[in-house]
């Protein structure tokens, strides 16, 4: 089940809704506090439909979940509970929730690389990947690490690790939020009109940006790079590659700003995962600004732990881009895109970073964004063939198919492009400038005028976005996939 589907918006969310009001309404008759009160039958609705949201698609491995949820329950509390062998229980720990990601997740590409390099009696096995299975792994390694380092509380109910490690809003495809960004909001959370109001808008906006524009972009990504590319021109290469750098932003945005507004309206403040990441001026300042979740984590269990700026600064950031790329898939071109992007990283430190004042605006703009749409190229091809043909043809060497078809994708979808370079700016910057200027000359926006504007553009969101999920077969988010 994911997010952008009928099923989820008219089904899903109306029953998780009574369900979860009527645990509000039980928790204030029998759990009342002095000052507040334990959302304890909340929390255990909130488990049973988030258990149902992963159960839809893979029942099966629900009871993965709930088996590396008891380990990390069992040996967060021996952290806790012990100085003596605090840190044999958290490599303990460590160790277990990387031997559940290897298996499901590594197993089969380590057993059919040894074979392809000639290792005879090598079996390959056949291990589907469960959906999510790399965020929730990385949120207990953030909750045992957090615990040891004393910046969380060890949780003492399982239940409520539970609802941590699997609250359907950011289970299946992040963002990775760690522990210590909802540990009191698990127990002890308020919500008022206005968090669900903005909570509300802000799901709509990632819904818009998921049918309205990633679904359509794909359509057209997919008919100049799914197929044959030995007649492909320049023209549609590059095409193909835009349309697909715009589609994976709005994808994945979308999808981080509908948990984001799930959670605000149950009470969780999730951390931002985008900063109009295409607004960059260096490969470094973009990936401060894209999937922020992921690279933070890096940066604070892996980069920093292994010395970070202070020794060995380069074998340091190249672990931690080889993870990167390792993350995102069990194949070879995620291990090359990690790495493409972590020698330019660490290019940058030396060369531009240096110099980077001197340098005009958008010169290092167009840099970046050559190097963010090359990077997409190595991301999206899983087939070493097809993307050294697709790098001919993006250089200007390949076909003579596709320019035609090419022109006639950004005529027919004029609107379309617009909107997506539109919105991958900071929009609510400038509309906010807008509704000052247009409201109130010494800047006070009027609050009605707002209010109504957000309403009506939730009001045309939705409808818009059911009506273009009504027979729609190609859907899926992206990043369900690692």
């Known amino acids: 089940?994911?997010?952008?589907?009928?099923?989820?918006?008219?089904?899903?969310?109306?029953?998780?809704?009574?369900?979860?009001?009527?645990?509000?309404?039980i928790d204030r008759w029998c759990f009342k506090k002095a000052d507040n009160t334990a959302p304890v039958v909340k929390n255990a609705m909130l488990v049973i439909f988030s258990l149902i949201f992963y159960a839809w698609g893979e029942p099966v491995y629900v009871f993965l979940l709930l088996l590396c949820v008891l380990i990390n329950y069992v040996i967060g509390r021996c952290i806790a509970g012990s100085d003596k062998h605090r840190k044999a229980a958290l490599v303990c720990g460590l160790v277990c929730n990387l031997l559940i990601l290897g298996t499901f997740k590594y197993a089969g590409f380590l057993a059919q690389t040894l074979a392809d390099v000639g290792v005879g009696g090598v079996a390959v096995p056949q291990i589907a990947l469960p959906i999510g299975i790399s965020f929730y792994i990385f949120q207990s390694i953030s909750y045992l690490v957090d615990v040891y380092r004393n910046e969380s509380p060890v949780q003492k109910?399982?239940?409520?690790?539970?609802?941590?490690?699997?609250?359907?809003?950011?289970?299946i495809a992040g963002p990775i939020v760690r522990y210590g960004t909802v540990a009191h909001e698990i127990g002890n959370r308020s919500?008022?009109?206005?968090?669900?109001?903005?909570?509300?808008?802000?799901?709509?906006?990632?819904?818009?940006k998921k049918v309205i524009i990633a679904n359509q972009l794909s359509e057209i990504s997919?008919?100049?790079?799914?197929?044959?590319?030995?007649?492909?021109?320049?023209?549609?290469?590059?095409?193909g590659i835009v349309a697909f750098t715009l589609q994976i932003y709005f994808d994945f945005s979308g999808y981080s700003d509908m948990a984001i507004g799930i959670g605000r309206c149950l009470g969780f403040h999730f951390n931002e995962n985008f900063?109009?990441?295409y607004c960059c001026n260096s490969i470094s300042d973009f990936w401060r600004r894209w999937h922020m979740s992921l690279g933070s984590f890096f940066r604070d269990y892996v980069y920093i732990p292994m010395g970070g700026n202070k020794s060995h600064q380069v074998l340091n950031i190249m672990t931690v881009w080889f993870l990167t790329g390792m993350w995102?898939?069990?194949s070879w071109n995620f291990i090359l895109w990690g790495l493409y992007f972590g020698i330019i990283v660490m290019a940058e430190k030396y060369t531009l970073l240096k110099v980077h004042n001197k340098i005009p605006a958008f010169v290092l703009h167009i840099y970046s964004m050559l190097l963010v749409v090359i990077g997409w190229g190595i991301f999206y091809f899983d087939d070493f063939e097809k993307m050294k043909q697709f790098f001919i043809s993006f250089i200007g060497q390949g076909g003579s198919y596709g320019d035609f078809i090419a022109t006639s994708a950004i005529y027919n979808n004029m609107w379309l492009w617009?909107?997506?370079?539109?919105?991958?700016?900071?929009?609510?910057?400038?509309?906010?400038?807008?509704?000052?200027?247009?409201?109130n000359p010494k800047g006070a926006a009027n609050s009605n005028i707002v209010l109504m504007s957000k309403l009506a553009f939730s009001v045309v969101a939705l409808l818009l976005s059911v009506s273009l999920l009504v027979g729609a077969t190609n859907n899926a988010f992206i990043y369900t996939r690692f």
Request: proline fraction near 4%; charged fraction near 15%; glycine fraction near 6%.
């Open 328 to 330: 995102h898939g069990a």
């Open 418 to 439: 617009i909107f997506a370079v539109m919105f991958c700016m900071p929009m609510r910057k400038w509309c906010k400038m807008l509704l000052d200027y247009c409201c």
């Open 157 to 171: 109910r399982f239940v409520d690790l539970l609802l941590y490690v699997s609250m359907f809003p950011q289970l």
């Open 275 to 277: 900063n109009h990441p």
């Open 1 to 25: 089940m994911v997010f952008s589907d009928l099923f989820f918006l008219f089904v899903f969310i109306p029953a998780f809704v009574l369900c979860y009001l009527l645990g509000a309404l």
């Open 222 to 239: 997919d008919q100049f790079l799914a197929g044959e590319l030995t007649r492909l021109t320049m023209g549609g290469a590059w095409l």
């Open 191 to 208: 919500v008022n009109s206005k968090d669900i109001a903005d909570g509300v808008f802000r799901f709509l906006v990632g819904l818009a």
